[in-house]
């Protein structure tokens, strides 16, 4: 599968837009780094956890679920005009998605202190993830989702998987460079909460581990990209500006992947036989989301 894939069919493959759109994604989270560099030994502004005796207030609960529940809305509005719809949907699918998005939304709240965000400047923070979520949807539709394997007589040289390849291990540099320093950021808050944050860190990615140890021929796991950002952006939740534009990111990826797809299961039983292709297995859960989704008929 190369680009996006809707009704209207897939857009090509676009090089230089991604590496465009994926530069401009990374370089205010490199300025807030050098701006402010994080240091074990300077204390930062202290995490304030509701928990804690920080109570969520009323007006910054208001702005944040009017966020996640208008970038929804927008996205349903806005995506079928351009052809970017991915399967139709019923009312009962929108209402499952919306109180499983508020639960996970409550959740980036208190862990990801993202009520503390917005009780500091609020626009700007709305607005980052409001601009992430554009940006990243540009990027989406953009960039080829393939096979890594898979040799198309349209690009025998391979030229696109080498470009994606290149831009996954971009990505994969900026996230090790915000983790170190998500690291440092912990580490400032004091010893006792640096071993819980990087305990918890682990023990997460512990988990994610235990779930690939156990798979088998039958079934296929499939990490989507709403469920990895939302685990990031609990963890980007220091009062610092380059934690704040990293939370933003994975926010802003959280909400397109939850617009556009929902909440797609993690876990597909693949059929009887060899193991499947990537390709394959991508049809298969864009077929079974297009089941579960669709509405049911009426009875005669």
């Known amino acids: 599968m190369e680009g996006g894939c809707g009704e209207k069919g897939c857009t090509p493959w676009n090089a230089p837009r991604c590496v ?3 530069t401009l994604s990374f370089i205010p989270i490199f300025v807030a780094y050098h701006r402010q560099r994080p240091s074990k030994k300077r204390v930062h502004l202290a995490l304030n956890y509701p928990h804690l005796g920080f109570p969520v207030t009323s007006s910054s609960a208001i702005m944040w679920f009017s966020l996640l529940l208008g970038v929804y809305g927008a996205v349903q509005v806005i995506w079928p005009t351009l052809g970017l719809i991915y399967h139709t949907r019923d009312l009962a699918s929108h209402l499952e998605t919306l109180e499983r998005l508020c639960i996970r939304g409550l959740c980036m709240m208190i862990v990801g202190n993202v009520q503390d965000r917005l009780k500091r400047n609020p626009l700007k923070f709305l607005l980052q993830i409001i601009g992430y979520t554009v940006i990243f949807g540009a990027i989406f539709e953009s960039c080829p989702r393939k096979s890594l394997a898979t040799r198309s007589e349209e690009d025998p040289k391979n030229s696109s998987i080498a470009a994606a390849i290149a831009g996954w291990a971009a990505g994969v ?7 170190y320093n998500h690291i440092i950021l912990a580490r400032s808050q004091g010893l006792r909460y ?3 944050y990087v ?12 779930l690939f140890a156990f ?4 079934v296929e796991i499939h990490i ?3 469920h990895w950002s939302f685990i990031l952006s609990c963890a ?6 380059l934690s704040q534009w990293c939370q933003a990111m994975c926010i802003g990826i959280f909400l397109h992947g939850v617009a556009v797809f929902e909440f797609d299961p993690m876990f ?8 499947a292709s990537f390709d394959a297995v991508e049809k298969l859960h864009y077929d079974q989301s297009s089941f579960l989704s669709a509405p049911t008929p009426s009875m005669p």
């Open 215 to 218: 798979f088998s021929r039958e």
């Open 20 to 22: 465009i759109l994926a």
């Open 224 to 226: 989507h990209h709403y």
């Open 194 to 196: 640096f071993r819980f």
């Open 199 to 210: 305990g918890a860190l682990l023990a997460t990615a512990f988990a994610h581990a235990l």
């Open 268 to 275: 597909s039983q693949l059929p009887p036989g060899p193991v």
């Open 173 to 179: 540099m900026v996230a090790v460079f915000a983790l």
């Open 236 to 241: 980007c939740c220091f009062p610092h500006p």
